[in-house]
DNA sequence: ACGTTGCGCCTTTTT
DNA sequence: GGCGCAACGT
């Protein structure tokens, strides 16, 4: 990255006087284009630290952000910034205002697979665990909460008997979690949105914390988190968005890249600064993505350009099957990695759906090439952290049903389906929550015997462990909890095998090794509720995670193209290019293609020197060989730019020496200019 | 209350 | 082809 600014980045570091939209094309530097305004506010136009936000989307560049803010402005300083998620935003804004939102401060963060329970059960009648419908419902409550509407608004506009239907799920869905005394992630930005929205003085007060903003990733907003910013920056309007419409890939999660363009509407004064000189690829790879990304529509437009070397051509490669797409990809790895005296962490192989890793998993492995796969099923997902968590849940926060729910039967101590729905209607009858519930003298009257008894043994051990818990040695009290609950037992007993087993209990260990070193991190000391603040730092997924990146090794790259946004690397293979798997079936079926094609724009501009991208004639899918075509995408690339050997038939070995003539030549002229 | 079989589904997943 | 879930059987 370049030290200097260039012009552009100047104009969108230098402009605090005006609303200000940056469009940051892929490369052009928008990161270090934050990190200079953040010091720029602080050091020349006297700021104060800690009334500068920026606001990001994930942890990681969260993390990132504020490391460059350190670098520059110094520790003492740099510590001082809100340098945040939207969610952590939120997150401390409704602990200050818990108040004023009618909430405890030990609330649970239900994430989305507590909240799909939750829909499940408050539907079971209805919809008898149809996983489609709720899945559905959860959309239309999204988007519900997107909007800002309230249940009641919600059942007010309602149109037609599903929708109606939805609306009085969301009203109990509300209800439940307010019982909980939970929130789910959109609620860590609807609630603070209601809340300036309806409450002058909170605004204001917050108006004068944060004066000034900065947004990353803009694109990616929804209209909750627009309206949060809206609030926000009030009418001083002292904030910088920095966005690319071309990189939105996320509208399927609710995402919503209008918000670009509401902001000329919102803010009339918005200045806009475009950065298009990218620092990443070379000229050819840039010209292909420009040529790829013309064929979508643009409110704003832009034309990236690069002053690095012109490159090589883009390879396009079709295959007969994706076994030998796969030996194709590994074994051209493995030759550059020669060749070219490259490091296999240079090399990333990008796809669209996760299940197409397993095939190049296979080859990589058979060719001893190391590899690192991210995605599939996250660590938070699985079962025994589940378990785990929900146990941490229910210490910190005594109404959370969902936990409650979640463990009092793991590991077995015959507390079963029925002994639950009886222990809960008493629970719904009394309007208090499980926890307590079991240890009311009046449940007798709906739980007997065993049952009874073995719900209050298991009240009363939470109980106990959660007062243990407001000392000091929390970790030793965690670990002794859990050797307590036989937890290795239990997973012995559930697992199919004693090495499945065995893996499960280590991520409980690491899990648990995690907290105790978060637990002596500073901020986490001087907090009140020390657990507390530990299980909702882990519920945001907002932890250190050192030890993965000490591991970050040698190894080449397997990612699904929405987790490649934000990274590059000198040689990427762009795999599965057909239709139908890029742009996938359902996009094109929903008429959305506009979207997959910023998702294959992403992609290309990961390229730093090559890039390769490869279909294949036929593919096994669900079992059965299926015939492929070529992506739309590969027509829509500048065709004198490519090397694809295939396109008009055989080509004939004259003239495919001629054309490697022609590319000595060409690169010769580079070299002479 | 638990294990087994069989059916249906199958994109991406920042918090 | 493989996983998760639900219905069924013991």
Redesign the pocket.
Same mark, same amino acid.
């Given at each position: 990255m370049a030290y200097k600014l260039n012009p552009q980045q100047q104009l969108a570091v230098k402009n605090i006087s005006d609303p200000l939209l940056v469009l940051a094309g892929a490369g052009s530097g928008k990161t270090s284009v934050i990190a200079h305004k953040i010091t720029y506010l602080v050091k020349s136009c006297g700021f104060e630290p800690s009334q500068v936000a920026a606001v990001t989307?994930?942890?990681?560049s969260a993390k990132e952000m504020r490391a460059r803010a350190i670098q520059m402005l110094g520790k003492t300083a740099g510590e001082k910034l809100r340098v945040s998620?939207f969610?952590?935003l939120g997150l401390n804004i409704i602990r200050e205002e818990a108040q004023a939102l009618g909430m405890r401060k030990n609330f649970s963060i239900f @994430? @989305?697979q507590d909240c799909m329970a939750l829909l499940k059960e408050l539907t079971e009648r209805e919809l008898?665990?149809d996983?489609?419908a709720i899945y559905q419902l959860q959309e239309v409550l999204g988007a519900w909460k997107n909007k800002l509407f309230t249940p009641e608004q919600a059942i007010a506009q309602a149109d037609g008997q599903n929708e109606l239907y939805a609306a009085k799920v969301y009203k109990r869905y509300v209800r439940h979690l307010k019982a909980c005394n939970a929130v789910d992630?959109d609620d860590l930005i609807l609630l603070p949105a209601l809340l300036f929205k309806n409450n002058t003085e909170v605004r204001h007060r917050w108006q004068g914390k944060i004066r000034y903003l900065l947004v990353d990733?803009y694109q @990616?907003t929804n209209g909750a988190q627009y309206e949060l910013v809206k609030q926000l920056v009030g009418p001083e309007a002292k904030f910088t968005v920095v966005g690319d419409d071309d990189q939105s890939?996320?509208s399927?999660?609710?995402?919503n890249p209008e918000n670009l363009e509401l902001l000329k509407k919102d803010f009339p004064t918005l200045e806009v600064v475009k950065l298009e000189q990218n620092y990443r690829c070379s000229k050819r790879v840039l010209k292909a993505a420009n040529s790829l990304i013309d064929n979508n529509p643009h409110v704003f437009k832009k034309r990236l350009w690069s002053d690095l070397s012109y490159g090589e051509p883009i390879r396009v490669v079709e295959t007969g099957n994706e076994e030998k797409e796969s030996r194709m990809v590994v074994s051209d790895i493995s030759a550059r990695k020669l060749t070219e005296n490259a490091n296999y962490s240079d090399f990333a192989i990008l796809y669209?759906?996760?299940?197409q890793a397993r095939i190049f998993e296979k080859t990589l492995m058979e060719f001893k090439i190391p590899y690192r796969i991210s995605?599939g099923q996250?660590f938070f997902a699985r079962a025994e952290i589940r378990d785990i968590m929900a146990y941490l849940r229910l210490l910190v926060n005594p109404t959370d049903d969902a936990a409650f729910i979640r463990i009092a039967n793991v590991p077995?101590r015959?507390?079963?389906?029925?002994?639950l729905e009886r222990l809960g209607n008493y629970a719904r009858e009394r309007h208090i929550s499980m926890l307590e519930a079991s240890q009311e003298m009046g449940l007798g009257s709906h739980l007997k015997g065993k049952g009874l008894s073995a719900v209050q043994r298991f009240a009363n051990m939470i109980r106990n462990t959660a007062s243990d818990c407001q000392g000091d040695a929390i970790a030793d009290v965690l670990k002794t909890f859990i050797k307590a609950l036989s937890y290795d037992s239990w997973l012995i007993e559930s697992s199919s095998t004693p090495a499945a087993a065995e893996y499960r209990w280590k991520n409980v260990q690491e899990l648990l090794s995690w907290i105790e070193g978060m637990l002596k991190e500073t901020n986490i000391e001087q907090e009140s509720d020390k657990l507390g603040a530990v299980v909702t730092r882990l519920v *945001?997924? @907002?932890r250190q995670e050192k030890d993965k990146d000490d591991a970050e090794g040698n190894e080449v790259q397997l990612l699904?193209l929405?987790?490649a946004k934000g990274l590059e690397f000198p040689h990427v293979y762009l795999v599965g290019m057909e239709e139908e798997l890029m742009p996938?079936k359902?996009?094109i079926e929903?008429d959305n293609i506009d979207e997959?094609r910023r *998702?294959c724009y992403v992609g290309i501009t990961r390229a730093k020197a090559t890039l390769t991208l490869t279909f294949a004639k036929e593919r096994?899918r669900?079992?059965s060989q299926i015939s492929c075509k070529a992506s739309r995408f590969l027509d829509e690339l500048p065709m004198d730019d490519l090397d694809w050997p295939s396109k008009q038939g055989p080509v004939s070995e004259d003239e495919r020496r001629d054309r490697g003539r022609a590319h000595l030549a060409k690169l010769k002229e580079m070299l002479n200019r």
């Open positions: 989307f994930t942890n990681k998620t969610h952590t @994430d @989305d008898q665990s996983k489609k992630f990733e @990616d890939i996320y399927w999660r609710g995402a669209r759906g996760n299940f995605g996250s077995r015959e507390i079963g389906a029925m002994s *945001l997924r @907002d699904t929405h987790a996938h359902s996009a929903e997959e *998702l096994k669900f079992g």
